[in-house]
Structures are given as structure tokens and as C-alpha cells.
């Protein structure tokens, strides 16, 4: 059995003054001291990769900078999903008794590191170099694709997608640390400069600085551990042209960690799900079976995911609104699901006790996914 | 262009300038795909076959880039997703107004190369439609 038994993630924002190993070690260290640990304690050490810093040995290169020495250090790459991932492979490594107590750690500088041109550049690399990238594609026009595919599918328009930005907007204006957090509504996501249609401006996350960690465990550590009840995952294609749009690998990866937690989807009180873009956030939530079809828009407009709602959904501002500063920001739906659980969110605090909670994160163009039940026990 | 029949990695095509897509496909199970690999991707046999595709279909996907990457000075431009009617989805340029669901045929034009789609007229389209449910 697995434990969250630390926890951390920072403000996100364009905060220059720290580099991708200066977030990390901030996240790293307030996690550790979150758990009741001591650096020295940690016997493995899982770090995400930043395009800021561009090291083959990334864990390695922590583990020395924070004075750790772990018997387990590796890098690890999945996209956006790669905080789950670590998350998850940590799990195991407790649960095979190969380690004791995992650090996982993501932190960059994406929006002081480098130009957004740079940024945009680089992750335009989740494409085929030679039958995707030529033409002029990058991640936005990936997601447009998904986006053009979606609507169509379902008899919609770009008017359905933007109650999720509302949405997402408005959990962030009461999140300390949250990179956005000036209020719109549906017309000023509908009037944001189109970017790739019909991804508006509003539509896509922002580039964030910032990090997060975890501290998972083979006992509960700390005051607040929570416990894995459940882990699954999907890797059904890379590019976008491979996808099977319908079966992307979200239900499998979700349906994996809810079936070994035993629960349904019903029995959640609260819900982090990746959201790099709105039309992202309502493939997730309808292909893992949280929305009907056609219908993650018109939930969010409905108050299904707010705070006092029957599912509150990224009560943090996920992605969209909290900020996007790489690998932690894949990581930030399970801090701020913690924090709910924990029941530490003061006056931000869901309205239903929180017991169960179902974190998702895909990577790519929705090419790897990977999703956890978390419990509170 | 010739067929090619098996060996390699990939056969030329709009990529290495060539005005054509490529189909691959398994002549054991019959899997057919469009990125390159030297080996079927269902079974693993390793003499996969390339042949020049029709390059007609349709769309299953398009967006209009605004906010292009940097090397891209030319926006706004359109990508499309194809299904192209001998069984690949394939991506490329387009003109801005297609949708979802419409039939196109790419030519290829530019340098570097780039397919580019256009619309197609209905009586093409109907023809597509017979042809894309005889395909094995």
C-alpha cells in the first residue's frame, strides 16, 4: 500500500528570480517538510524533466543539489502526464519494497527560461517531426484538431467549450498562488484572440514558472497521508493522426484505478483532470464517463463542478487558470485534491466531506494517460 | 511514381519531395498504416508494402492557425486531418474554409513540399463514398 504523505506545490506565475532546479528544490524540500521527513530519509528520487533545463540526469542532478543520496534516481518524460506517471511508478517501488520513501518532483521556469516562441517551439516536438511539424502544426493546432473533431462530432460549437474557462477561472480567484485569476465570462473567452481555431486565447493554459512534489510512502508519514487506493494507465498512440478519438486511453487509464479502488464514479467527491486546453478537459471528462457526451460544457455552466457543486472538478483553476509550468502543473490537480481531502482549504473548502478523489493527466496529444484514486482514510 | 514493395524504412514521399502520400500496409494481416516503421505495427512482419495512394477523402479535422510557430511567417493558415479514401489519416495543409466532413484531394505544392487539400465537387464525393466502403 502507497501514501501521499507529503505534499507541495508553489504559486505559479511569471515569477522570474528562480531557475528549473530553483522550483524544484523549493517543491522538493516544502514537500519533505510536509511529510515530517527529513532529506535524508529519501531513498528514491523521481524527477520530470524542464525544457529549461535540458540535463540527460535530471534526478540525479537534484538528488546532489538537495544533498540526498537515494538508491533509486531516475529522469522521467511522458508529457504532461509525467507527474502522474512518477507518482504512480513510486507507488509501486514502495509496494515492492524496492524503496521506502519517494520524492517526485517537477519545477521549471517555462515562462522566465525562455521566450513563449521557445516554449511553443519545443513542445511543438510532441509532433511528427517529418509529417506533422513541417506543416506549420504545433501543440495549439494539435488540440484544435481534437477540438474541430469534437464539436463536429457532437453537434457543437466553440460557445459549448467556454463555460469550462469560466469555470476553471473562477476556482482560481480565490487560490493563493494562482497565475490568472481576473474573472471572465463565456463572451470574453468567445472575443479572446483566436490562436488556432476554434482554440481561443481563453480556451489554452497560460506558461507558468513554478513546481510541485510529492513524498510518497510505504506508511503513513506526517499529519495529513492519503492513501493510492488505485492506479491505471494508457498509451494507445503518440500523434495525433494515430488517435482513435472516441478511445483515446482515458476511460481505460480511469476505469484501471477506479476498478482497484473499488469505487465508482458516483462515490467521488471531488475530481482533478488535466486541462492543457477547454476542449482537453471535456475529452477527459466525457471519455472517462464523468459527463454524458456532449455534454462537459454544459455541466461546468450548470455548477456540476464548483465548490458547492455534486462534483467539484481542478478547484485550484487547474491548468487553465492556476497556470502551466510543465511537469508540475501536471501535478497540481493531485496537490490541490489533497489539500481537499486533507479538508485544509479554509474558505475554499468543498461543500461535501471529501473522502475519494480521481486524478487524471495525459501527455502528448492526449498520448499517455495515467489517473489515481486517492483516499482519504 | 512506381510501387514499391517492401524493404526499408519508408518510401519517398511528400517528405523527401515527392508529390505523393504513401500507404503502407501488411501483406499478412493487411493492417495499413501511413508513419513509417520497417515492421507491421499489428503483427510485427517485416516486409511491409508502399504504395501510392489516392489522394482523395475526408476531413475529419480542421483548424485555421493564427498564432503560428516561430520558423512560420505565413499565417493565418489551415491543417486539416484527411481520412484518406485508401484507409490512412493523413495531415496537411488546406484552405481555410473546409470543414469536418467534406471531400477533398490533395495536390502538393510549395518548397519544402506540402500537401495541400481542397474541396472536391459532390459528384466526386458520392464516388469517394462507394469506394471507401469497398475498401478491404
Known amino acids: 500500500m502507497a501514501w501521499i504523505s507529503g505534499v507541495a506545490c508553489t504559486e505559479f506565475g511569471r515569477l522570474p528570480g528562480l531557475d528549473a532546479l530553483g522550483w524544484q528544490s523549493r517543491a522538493a524540500l516544502a514537500a519533505i517538510a510536509d511529510a515530517g521527513l527529513e532529506p535524508a530519509q529519501v531513498d528514491g528520487l523521481l524527477a520530470g524533466y524542464a525544457t529549461t533545463l535540458r540535463h540527460l540526469m535530471p534526478a540525479d542532478l537534484l538528488a546532489e543539489y538537495l544533498g540526498v543520496k537515494p538508491s533509486i534516481a531516475f529522469g522521467v518524460s511522458a508529457g504532461g502526464?509525467?507527474?502522474?506517471?512518477?507518482?504512480?511508478?513510486?507507488?509501486?517501488?514502495?509496494?515492492?519494497?524496492?524503496?521506502?520513501?519517494?520524492?517526485?518532483?517537477?519545477?521549471?521556469?517555462r515562462a522566465s527560461g525562455q521566450s513563449s516562441d521557445t516554449s511553443i517551439e519545443t513542445l511543438a516536438q510532441v509532433g511528427h517531426s517529418r509529417y506533422e511539424v513541417p506543416l506549420g502544426a504545433n501543440v495549439p493546432a494539435y488540440y484544435a484538431l481534437l477540438a474541430s473533431h469534437y464539436l463536429h462530432s457532437r453537434g457543437l460549437d466553440a460557445a459549448d467549450l467556454s463555460p469550462l474557462a469560466v469555470q476553471m477561472r473562477r476556482h482560481a480567484i480565490t487560490t493563493p498562488g494562482a497565475h490568472f485569476t481576473t474573472p471572465i465570462t463565456e463572451s470574453d473567452v468567445l472575443s479572446s484572440p483566436l490562436i488556432a481555431d476554434p482554440l481561443r486565447l481563453l480556451d489554452c493554459c497560460p506558461i507558468s514558472d513554478g513546481g510541485a512534489a510529492f513524498v510518497i510512502t510505504d506508511r503513513p508519514r506526517g499529519s495529513g497521508a492519503l492513501r493510492i487506493a488505485g492506479v491505471g494507465q494508457a498509451h494507445r498512440h503518440q500523434h495525433v493522426s494515430e488517435a482513435d478519438l472516441e478511445n483515446l486511453g482515458a476511460a481505460s487509464a480511469a476505469h484501471g484505478a477506479l476498478s482497484q479502488s473499488g469505487w465508482t464514479i458516483g462515490e467521488l467527491d471531488t475530481v482533478g483532470i488535466y486541462d492543457s486546453f477547454t476542449v482537453t478537459l471535456a475529452m477527459l471528462l466525457e471519455e472517462i464517463g464523468i459527463c454524458e457526451r456532449g455534454k462537459a460544457g454544459a455541466d461546468a455552466a450548470a455548477g456540476r463542478f464548483e465548490r458547492i457543486g455534486t462534483l467539484p472538478l481542478n478547484t485550484h483553476g487547474g491548468l487553465l487558470s492556476y497556470g502551466h509550468c510543465?511537469?508540475?502543473?501536471?501535478?497540481?490537480?493531485?496537490?490541490?485534491?489533497?489539500?481537499?481531502?486533507?479538508?485544509?482549504c479554509g474558505s475554499r473548502q468543498i461543500t461535501r466531506p471529501a473522502r475519494r478523489a480521481l486524478v487524471h493527466a495525459d501527455g502528448g496529444v492526449m498520448s499517455a494517460h495515467v489517473s489515481l484514486a486517492v483516499e482519504r482514510p | 511514381?512506381?510501387?514499391?514493395?517492401?524493404?526499408?524504412?519508408?518510401?519517398?514521399?511528400?517528405?523527401?519531395?515527392?508529390?505523393?502520400?504513401?500507404?503502407?500496409?501488411?501483406?499478412?494481416?493487411?493492417?495499413?498504416?501511413?508513419?513509417?516503421?520497417?515492421?507491421?505495427?499489428?503483427?510485427?512482419?517485416?516486409?511491409?508494402?508502399?504504395?501510392?495512394?489516392?489522394?482523395?477523402?475526408?476531413?475529419?479535422?480542421?483548424?485555421?492557425?493564427?498564432?503560428?510557430?516561430?520558423?512560420?511567417?505565413?499565417?493565418?493558415?489551415?491543417?486539416?486531418?484527411?481520412?484518406?479514401?485508401?484507409?490512412?489519416?493523413?495531415?496537411?495543409?488546406s484552405e481555410p474554409t473546409i470543414r469536418p466532413g467534406e471531400h477533398v484531394t490533395a495536390h502538393f505544392?510549395?518548397?519544402?513540399?506540402?500537401?495541400?487539400?481542397?474541396?472536391?465537387?459532390?459528384?466526386t464525393a458520392d464516388a469517394h463514398n462507394r469506394e471507401r466502403s469497398q475498401t478491404p
Open chain 1, 326 to 344: 510543465g511537469v508540475a502543473g501536471g501535478m497540481a490537480h493531485l496537490a490541490e485534491v489533497s489539500r481537499q481531502l486533507r479538508n485544509s
Open chain 1, 81 to 109: 502526464a509525467t507527474g502522474l506517471s512518477m507518482v504512480a511508478t513510486a507507488a509501486a517501488l514502495v509496494d515492492s519494497g524496492s524503496a521506502h520513501t519517494v520524492l517526485v518532483v517537477g519545477g521549471e521556469n
Open chain 2, 1 to 93: 511514381m512506381t510501387d514499391h514493395h517492401g524493404g526499408g524504412e519508408s518510401a519517398d514521399d511528400w517528405t523527401t519531395g515527392v508529390a505523393a502520400f504513401v500507404v503502407v500496409s501488411c501483406p499478412r494481416c493487411r493492417q495499413r498504416w501511413y508513419l513509417p516503421r520497417s515492421r507491421c505495427p499489428a503483427c510485427g512482419y517485416d516486409k511491409p508494402q508502399h504504395r501510392v495512394a489516392k489522394p482523395d477523402g475526408v476531413v475529419a479535422a480542421a483548424t485555421t492557425v493564427h498564432r503560428p510557430p516561430a520558423p512560420f511567417g505565413d499565417a493565418p493558415y489551415a491543417i486539416v486531418l484527411v481520412d484518406l479514401v485508401d484507409g490512412i489519416r493523413v495531415m496537411g495543409r
Open chain 2, 109 to 123: 505544392t510549395g518548397n519544402p513540399l506540402l500537401p495541400y487539400f481542397q474541396l472536391i465537387d459532390a459528384g
